[in-house]
């Protein structure tokens, strides 16, 4: 792939994936989500921010660094070899039933409003309404959950559902 053509539409998350290998520690191999607002250059500063972390870590310097576009390698004198490897992904985070252009709010309800909507994936909250066929109440959202909390990026209309204050 030599480039990304992508065209910004509401309710859709431009997002790069990192995947890692090549370091002893298993947290920094693997997959690794940067989500918005991070962007490419970003992917580049991260790898360059790890490399020169590894480099004071270890003492060792690199004796090769080779890529192209979506990837990078680092050799390095005491025989490591870390490799970097991104795409460019798109998470749709509309509704699946309306299709509203509004990013989906994280919300969860408990598992009996949930069963009875008949409903699967990620409906918003409007449509979770319709399918239960009544207006939700603070008891019909899970207690002591962040995403049902004032930590949430709820709109005002999901907020006094939820029952938090304006």
Same mark, same amino acid.
């Given at each position: 792939m030599d480039g990304f053509d992508y065209q910004p539409q509401g309710g859709?998350?431009?997002?790069?994936?990192?995947?890692?290998?090549?370091?002893?520690?298993?947290?920094?191999?693997?997959?690794?989500?940067?989500?918005? #607002?991070?962007?490419?250059?970003?992917?580049?500063? @991260?790898?360059?921010? /790890? *490399?020169?972390?590894y480099a004071e870590d270890t003492g060792a310097h690199a004796t090769r660094i080779c890529g192209g576009y979506g990837w990078r390698e680092f050799h390095w004198r005491?025989?490591?070899?870390?490799?970097?490897?991104?795409?460019?992904?798109?998470?749709?985070?509309?509704?699946?039933?309306?299709?509203? #252009?509004?990013?989906?709010?994280?919300?969860?309800? @408990?598992?009996?409003? /949930? *069963?009875?909507?008949?409903?699967?994936?990620w409906p918003c909250w409007r449509c979770l309404e319709d399918a239960i066929e009544r207006r939700l109440v603070p008891e019909d959202f899970k207690p002591g959950l962040p995403c049902n909390s004032e930590q949430g990026n709820h709109e005002p209309e999901l907020r006094a559902r939820i029952g938090l204050a304006e």
């Open positions: 859709v998350l431009s997002e790069w994936l990192l995947e890692v290998s090549g370091y002893e520690d298993p947290v920094l191999n693997g997959q690794l989500d940067l989500i918005p #607002p991070r962007g490419l250059v970003e992917v580049e500063d @991260t790898i360059r921010l /790890w *490399e020169r972390d005491n025989g490591a070899l870390h490799r970097y490897e991104w795409k460019h992904v798109l998470i749709d985070m509309r509704c699946r039933i309306c299709m509203r #252009p509004q990013i989906a709010r994280v919300y969860m309800v @408990t598992d009996e409003v /949930w *069963e009875s909507s008949g409903l699967s994936g």
